[in-house]
Nanobody, 123 residues
């Protein structure tokens, strides 16, 4: 069974930093694009950043220049370094990864989601 487990959320003051991690585990054949999304209560889940297998990043305009996404393929882990945090960054952050489980053919790849980690930016 494939799982994504996030860590690193918490409470931080405006201007501060946090680093989120998301590790994929289980019977995995391949991991493709990975990414981070966030959701405020009452709002739609929105893209924060994604990264391809070859580590090409893509960012939402609201986080460009402040957040950095990276991945360690050997550890099946994606990271989100968040700097210069603002109160409007407060949300539950979710990790997503497109994965082929080891018991499926190569062409079969589905999106898996983590359980979410709370990030609160407040003084």
């Amino acid at each position: 069974q494939v799982q994504l487990v996030e860590s690193g959320g918490g409470l931080v003051q405006p201007g501060g930093s946090l680093r989120l991690s998301c590790a994929a585990s289980g019977s995995i054949s391949s991991i493709y694009d990975m990414g981070w999304y966030r959701q405020d209560p009452g709002k739609q889940r929105e893209l924060v950043a994604t990264i391809t297998t070859g580590s090409s990043p893509n960012y939402a305009d609201s986080v460009k220049g402040r957040f950095t996404i990276s991945r360690d393929n050997a550890k099946s882990t994606v990271y989100l370094q968040m700097n210069s945090l603002k109160p409007e960054d407060t949300a539950v952050y979710y990790c997503k990864a497109k994965i082929t489980p080891s018991d499926r053919p190569r062409w079969y790849a589905v999106n898996y989601w983590g359980q979410g980690t709370q990030v609160t930016v407040s003084s």
